[in-house]
């Protein structure tokens, strides 16, 4: 059976600043990714997302549900008021998520020798 499944994406802010382009991803605090260019920060938006959700499904860490607009802005306008950061040229993506259900797994196998 051949299922259709809807791919996630999450809300990213993409901000100017000193001739680059930070990433930042309300639902995933940790992950700053950057870049010289709008379209390469958000190459690198994706890359580093899939990597990070990786990490976290390798870790057992939850996965958190992507947050609408609204909440990922309000999420993001906290954080960068307790860092003094002006957020108001932010552009927000949406950035598509992996599917990481279906990611290749490595697995180490050891047999008895005779």
């Given at each position: 059976m051949n299922e259709e499944r809807t791919k996630k994406a999450y809300y990213a802010a993409f901000l100017p600043n000193d001739g680059?382009?930070?990433?930042?991803f309300p639902d995933?605090?940790?992950l700053f990714p950057w870049h010289d260019t709008m379209e390469l920060a958000f190459q690198s938006a994706i890359e580093?997302?899939?990597?990070?959700m990786e990490v976290m499904a390798d870790d057992?860490?939850?996965i958190p549900e992507p947050s609408?607009?609204?909440d990922a802005q309000a999420m993001l306008a906290e954080r960068f008021a307790a860092i003094d950061v002006d957020g108001?040229?932010?552009v927000w993506q949406?950035?598509?998520?992996?599917?990481i259900s279906e990611q290749q797994a490595r697995v180490n196998v050891s047999f008895k020798r005779y």
């Open positions: 680059k382009v930070s990433v930042f995933f605090p940790g580093g997302l899939e990597a990070h057992g860490d939850e609408p607009l609204e108001s040229d932010a949406l950035v598509p998520a992996p599917d």
